[in-house]
């Protein structure tokens, strides 16, 4: 294990597609994907619903409102905090800004859309040599006029992007254009936009990796804040990771690995940014978020306040929490165990071949889209249902995995929320179970 803190810079974000074909082949610890989506099998451990953890406690319990961090009268407890400043003040941003990390793209405004995906990205200008267009696109019913537009590069400089299309930064490759796509830099900046839009009247919707996304056709009106530059992530020896909300979990599970702490081996399968997933309990049936968090910590939006709170006040359960909607994950506290790294390995590249024999490979997707009602699986229902192959325009139910409902090219979110809606109806028929969605759904038609 080393002594010193260790820094990885995240991958931009979602890069998911690319790096899951990679891991699906056992190679790259780092992958933030497994490509596959093991979570249809959590109840193979027993009742799916059984993972509920937490206390279930709704927020504020455990509050800390960090004003003696703050004051800087805990100096362990910079991470995140008001001033801002990442982990023991590291932050390997500077790398990927340099050119360090080739996968990093989550540059600014020159940034262009991530690279190596496998699917097209629909509408984007295809520039002849496999580049795509970082363009705005047209977004009549933008509700920003130039002055909030000038405020927010203000303040946020090349972190800001407007008429930006969602579908660059979901996994599906669907969405409509954000009025004005924000990526904070520090907890300081996120706290910041958080005032200027309370004060502006302007609403925030946050996006991580877009892993679990979908995004209308008419977009998001007002500001998305994206977390991919809150890329943080520092160890404590002997076992305790800090980590900021924009960090991929494929970075989470590597440095992990590369120290010899077990806890995390769940990510193996699991891809999108560390906020997104202490939003959704994120997990396989390794574990789940619940199992490895000490503290979250959030910034309010209506008044940029960072808040701070222990693992039972996140009502962790089942693939949700009840971390509040009006906030925004900016960072936690992981606490893992030594574990020989041969072993760790050994049970990521299980993970990951069992979901590679059974799940869809090389598609534009969210992995599951129905959670697991208890004591079944959402892709069992729907494929005796018979479901599987239905579509709508290229929204397609897999044909592969039952529960995945894919985009195979261009679909649009309204040919995949009425394909959702067919399936849903029709399980609802035949077993008389209403599947609950897992995938969230932001924007508007
Ligand atoms: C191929 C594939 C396989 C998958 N397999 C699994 C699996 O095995 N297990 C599993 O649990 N999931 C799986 N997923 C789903 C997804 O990876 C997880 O739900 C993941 O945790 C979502 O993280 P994200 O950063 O992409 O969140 P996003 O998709 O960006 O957002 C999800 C939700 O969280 C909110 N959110 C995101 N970041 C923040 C933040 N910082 N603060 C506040 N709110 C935030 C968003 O508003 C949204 O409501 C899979 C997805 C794919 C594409």
Known sequence: MTAAAEIYCARVLPGGIDERSEAAEGGDPDSSAGGIDERSEAAEGGDPDSSAGGAGGSAPRGIDERSEAAEGGDPDSSAGGAGGSAPRGIDERSEAAEGGDPDSSAGGAGGSAPRGIDVELIGDEDLGDGEVSAAAVANPGSRLDDDARRALRELLGDGVRFDEPLRRHTTLKIGGPADAFCEPASVAEVSALARWCAAAGVPITVIGGGSNLIVRDGGVRGAVLGTGRLRGLALTPPATIRVEAGVSTGKVLSLAMKNDLGGVEFLGGVPGSVGGGMI??????????KDVTRWVETVRLADGEVIRRDSAACGFRYRASDLPPGEVVVGAELVLRPRPRADIQ??????????????????????????????????????????????????????????WLVNTGRASAAELLQLIERVRAHVLQIHGIALELEVKIIGED
């Open 346 to 403: 050994a049970e990521v590249s299980a993970l990951r071949k069992r979901r590679a024999e059974r799940e869809p490979k090389k598609v534009a997707s969210n992995g599951s889209t129905f959670k697991n009602p208890p004591g079944d699986f959402a892709g069992r229902l729907i494929e005796v249902a018979g479901c599987k192959g239905w579509r709508e325009g290229d929204a397609v139910c897999s044909p592969v995995h039952a529960n």
């Open 280 to 289: 959704m309990n994120a997990g396989t049936y390794l574990g789940e978020f």
